[in-house]
C-alpha cells in the first residue's frame, strides 16, 4: 500500500517572522529588462552595480548565458562574485592602497578587478603593487562630473601624470564617473543634462588622456537617473546602475520608476494602536527599515514608506511616518480615517532607498506577483545577501 | 634542535581592511559601572538591555556572577542570550502573536522570556497560548508615559481587563514603561522631570492594578537619559537602558555623557582629496555608520560623526559631513584648514546613534584604551554580535 504524503503545506509571506524583506521577481525582471533594452538601444555594454541587492541570485536574472559585467561597492562582493564565476568586475571606490593584497589575489586567481583612483599616490600604488606581483592591475581613473564626491575633473593639471604612471606600469584602463548629483535632478529635463553631462566629462577625460597617446579602453558611466535619461552615450563604453533591480520611493519621487515598479518592500506585523494618537505600531522599525529618509528633500515626503497590503496592494493615505528600532508607526495622510488593521495583520512596507533598506537583512524572501494575487503570496525561493567588506 | 617559531604579530587597528567597527573596552566598562552604581545608590536592580551591543561578550561584562537580567529587542536575541545561558529575558517590543511559538520554546527550555503587550487581543492571545502549552507566559503591560510609541496610558479604561485577563491565565507580571521622549529632554532639568514621569506613570498603572486585586511583581522603566537622570525610584522594581554600554553623540549632545565616553568608533581610511571642495573622502559610508542623523535636530549638528585618529585623539574641528553608501566626506568647521592627511591615513568615526552604527557590522574589534596609548591600539579581542530577528 502507498501511502502518499501530504503535499507539504505552501509557505507563504504570512508564515516567517517578521520583518523580513520580500524581494517581487516579476517587478525585478521588468526593470532588469527595461534597462537592458535601454543599453541596447544606446549601444553600449551594461556593467550593472551589485551594491544594491548584493545578491548572486538577482546577478544571475542580468544574463542568460555566461555571467556579466558586474560593478561591486566592496571588496567582499568582488570575492563572492568572483566565487560565483564571474569574472569581469570593477570595484568602483576609490581604492585604498591597503587593499590591493586582496586586488592581486582575486587577479591571481585568474578575475579582472578594476579599481579607481584620482590621486598621484593611489596610482604609484597600484603601478607598485602590480610590479611587485609581476601582473597588470587595471585601473580607472575616476573623473568627476558634478562636484558630487571623488574624482578629479575633467582638465585637471593632474591628469596625465596620473595616466602616464598607470600606463606604465601596464595598468591604464581607462575613465569612470558617477552623476552622484542626478540624485537630486527633479525633472526629466535635468536628468538628461545630468545624462549628457555625465558623459561629456567622461569623454573629454578620455580624449585628453589620449591626446597625451595614453590608451584609454573603458569609458564607464552611470548612475540609475542618469542610465534612465541618457540619449546619446557616443564615446562611453559601458553603463552602469545599480539602484534600479529594485527602485525605490527616491526614484519614484524623482519620476525615474512608478510606485508600482518597486521591487522591495519589508513585511512588518502590526503590534499596537494608539486611535487617539491616530497612530498604528508594527514591529518594523528601523532596524528594518534603515534610517534613510531619502523622500524627506523631495516634494513629496514619504516618512519611512508607503504602505501596501501583504498581497501587494498600496493603502491608500497610510504612511510609516516614525520609527523606533523596532517599532515602525503608521499614520494617515490629509486627516484620513485609520484603515481597520488588527493586531497581528501583516503589511508591506516600500522602503525610500533599497540599497540602505536591503543591507539590514541577510536576504530575501522571493514572490512572484506574475503568479499570483493571493492576500499571501507563495514564497518561490530565499536568496542570501552578501554582507561585510 | 629546537626552532622557535617568531611570535606572531600583534594585530591592530591598523591591520583590517576598513571599514570596521571599534570597541574599547575601558570606555564600556566605565560606562557600565557608572549605571551599575547609579542603580545600587537608587535600590533598583539593573536589567540592561542587549539591543545596542548585542553582544554576549559585552553582557559578560555586567556581572562577575551567575548572568544577569537582560532585556532584548528580538527574539533571536532572546533566544542568543538563552544559548549564552541567560534564564531572565524582556523581550520589550509588543507581542506579534504569532511570534509566541518561539517563546513558549523558550519558556519550555526553563528560560523565563517576559513578553509585553498594550491590548486585549495581545492579552488574549498569550493566555491562550499559555493555556495550549499548560504554562505561564509571564506578560507586562506596557504603558505609556509621554505618547512616545505604544501602552496604555495609566488611567486607560482597559487596563485592569486585561490585567485580568492575564492573571487568570497565570500570566500577569508587571507593568513596563519607557521614556522614550527623554531623546528630546534637552536640559538636566528636563530629564530629570522625564525620569520623575516615567517612574510616576508606571507606579501609578501598577498601584491601580493592585487595587484591583491584581498582583503586580514588576514595574519596570527606563531609557538612557532618563536612567542617568533618575533621583527617586520608589516603587520601581528595574531599571533598563541599552546605549549606555558605548553611548554616542546624540547621548553626548543631551549631556548624559562626555564625548570622551564614546566607546564605538568606526575605523576608515582616507581614499581622496578634495582640497578644492574643501573635503577629504573616506571608506566609510552610510553603510558603516548607518544613515542615523540623531544630531540634525540637536544644538550641535555632529553630521554623520566626529572624527578621531587611530589612536583615539579627536581631530579638532574635523566633521563627517555627507556619506553615500561607500564613501565619507569630511569637512571642516568654522573655515578652519583641512588637516593632513594622506591616502591610506586611518581614522576612527564617532557616531550620532550607537545601536543603529553598531548594526552595520556583524562584530567588534576591541581595544583597551587603558592599555596603550599607542597610534595603532592592538586588538586584544573579535566580538561577535547577534544579527537579524
Known sequence: MNITPPPDPVTTLADPGTPFAVVDV??????????????????????????????????????????????????????AFADGGYTDITYAVGIDPHKLPRVVA????????RVLLDSSEQAASVAHAAREAGLAVPAQIEIDCDGHRGGLEPDAPGLIGIGRVLHEA????????????????RTPEEQRLAARNERDTAVTAAERLRAAGLPVRTVSVGSTPTAHAAEDLTGVTELRAGNYVFFDLVMAGLGVC???????????????????????????????MSRDRGTAGQAQDQGYGL???????????????AASQEHGTLTTRDGA?????????????????????????????????????????????????????
Not at 106 to 113: D, E, I, N
Not at 309 to 320: F, S
Request: aromatic residues 4%; hydrophobic residues 45%; negative net charge.
Open 106 to 113: 582575486l587577479l591571481r586567481r585568474g578575475v579582472t578587478v
Open 170 to 185: 601596464g595598468c591604464l584602463d581607462g575613465v569612470l564617473t558617477h552623476a552622484g548629483e542626478s540624485y537630486f535632478a
Open 307 to 321: 504602505v501596501l497590503d501583504l498581497a501587494g496592494n498600496l493603502i491608500p493615505n497610510l504612511v510609516m511616518s
Open 26 to 79: 516579476h517587478k525585478t525582471l521588468g526593470n532588469i529588462e527595461r534597462l537592458a533594452k535601454r543599453a541596447e538601444r544606446l549601444g553600449v555594454a551594461l556593467r550593472p552595480h551589485m551594491k544594491t541587492a548584493k545578491s548572486l541570485d538577482i546577478a544571475a536574472l542580468m544574463h542568460d548565458g555566461p555571467p556579466c559585467p558586474v560593478t561591486v561597492s566592496t571588496l567582499a562582493e568582488a570575492e
Open 337 to 389: 480615517d485609520l484603515p481597520d488593521l488588527p493586531i497581528g495583520t501583516r503589511l508591506r512596507v516600500l522602503p525610500n532607498h533599497a540599497c540602505a533598506t536591503a543591507a539590514q537583512f541577510r536576504g530575501y524572501h522571493v514572490i512572484d506577483s506574475a503568479l499570483t494575487s493571493d492576500a499571501a503570496p507563495a514564497i518561490q525561493a530565499d536568496w542570501e545577501r552578501v554582507t561585510g567588506w
Open 258 to 288: 512608478r510606485v508600482e515598479d518597486l521591487a522591495l518592500s519589508v513585511a512588518v506585523t502590526v503590534i499596537g494602536h494608539r486611535p487617539e494618537h491616530g497612530r498604528i505600531v508594527t514591529d518594523g522599525g528601523w532596524m528594518a
